[in-house]
């Protein structure tokens, strides 16, 4: 085996639908026999099913009708997906619910706009002591130890005594480790579940190192640094206890200007790090969307600060084009539309 297919071998792939759908019936069984309350996952719901299951709420609106009814709007969702509920029989002096609350919903699974909703029949508080917060945090299902493994392979490969000492750095920092194992490398749109974030790094990485062979006159070593970096800020964008969301200081800094603080926390520690190349590492996080429309400050400047943004975009394209087909049912020509591709996707 070549050392270009070694680096885009058999870790880089995702699971398939029947897979996945394989590891759901697993892990219901298992949730069963725990006594967790779960018997079913929304990706697993079908239209007219009747329900009574445990969901996490993700979303919660109190509105009224033209009449002036009130009912409730939900997202309910566990770790494998969501589904849009809706309560005509409520009550606004009867509401104990919240978001993030794990609660009970009964009722039946219809479509509305083509997409599956729930019309509740009631929906009731659930004891956290009797959840599994495993049922409604979806994570990787690779193994963690095989993508940081390969990743730190790449990096020692390093040989710029600055960045090989930065990216020590990072690997030797306990609690920042803890954090990239655990984060998700999106809110919605890719790798939106625990490990995450690690599983598109180790991708994104491994892109980089295969441009790198192609093109033997860019800086490997600031290639691959800057695929380590480009997404350190989502460490401190989410929270990621129970659902995913933003925190306070992600959504008023984002994650490429927490990046950028994390990266000069670490070069700080490093003695006369050259400050043309920390500033080149700056750039590649925070022009690594690639275009000012897609949530970048500034647009890619150099060649490796391009070929990071191609890299990490076709990591993420590549992972909706899998979801699309993951949501596609067996034996559909075309998959649901697919919000975050703005298409439907052939699946044939």
Not at 1 to 18: K, Q
Not at 237 to 253: A, H, M, P, V, W
Request: proline share 3%; hydrophobic share 40%; glycine share 6%.
């Amino acid at each position: 085996m070549s050392r270009l297919e070694a680096w885009i071998s058999p870790c880089f792939g995702y699971s398939g639908h029947r897979s996945y759908a394989y590891s759901l019936e697993q892990a219901v069984a298992e949730s069963a026999k725990q006594g967790t309350g779960k018997r079913k996952y929304v990706a697993q719901l079908s239209d007219g099913e009747q329900v009574r299951d445990v969901f996490l709420v993700a979303e919660l609106q109190e509105r009224t009708t033209k009449d002036g009814s009130a009912y409730l709007t939900m997202t309910l969702a566990d770790k494998s997906g969501s589904i849009k509920a809706i309560l005509w029989n409520y009550s606004r002096s009867d509401n104990k619910i919240t978001r993030e609350d794990f609660v009970e919903a009964k009722g039946v699974v219809g479509t509305y706009n083509n997409q599956l909703q729930l019309r509740l029949l009631s929906v009731s508080p659930y004891p956290e002591e009797k959840v599994s917060v495993e049922d409604f945090l979806r994570k990787t299902d690779k193994d963690i130890e095989k993508l940081l493994g390969k990743i730190v392979s790449i990096l020692s490969e390093i040989e710029d005594r600055f960045l090989d000492a930065l990216m020590k750095s990072f690997l030797g920092d306990k609690e920042f480790m803890a954090a990239f194992r655990r984060a998700p490398a999106a809110h919605s749109m890719h790798h939106a579940y625990i490990g995450g974030l690690l599983e598109h790094t180790h991708n994104t990485v491994r892109i980089c190192k295969a441009f790198s062979l192609i093109y033997p006159q860019v800086d490997a070593d600031l290639l691959v640094a800057g695929a380590f970096l480009h997404d350190i800020g989502k460490t401190r964008e989410y929270n990621y206890t129970r659902s995913f969301d933003f925190s306070t200081i992600g959504r008023l800094k984002t994650h490429m200007l927490l990046g950028c603080e994390i990266l000069r926390a670490h070069i700080s520690t490093i003695k006369d790090f050259p400050e043309k190349l920390a500033v080149k590492l700056e750039h590649m996080i925070l022009s690594h969307h690639g275009q000012k429309d897609w949530g970048s400050p500034v647009e890619p400047m150099f060649v490796e600060a391009s070929l990071l943004h191609f890299a990490d975009n076709l990591d993420a394209k590549t992972f909706m084009y899998d979801e699309a087909r993951r949501n596609g049912a067996e034996g559909d020509e075309w998959s649901p539309y697919s919000r975050e591709l703005q298409k439907f996707v052939y699946l044939d």
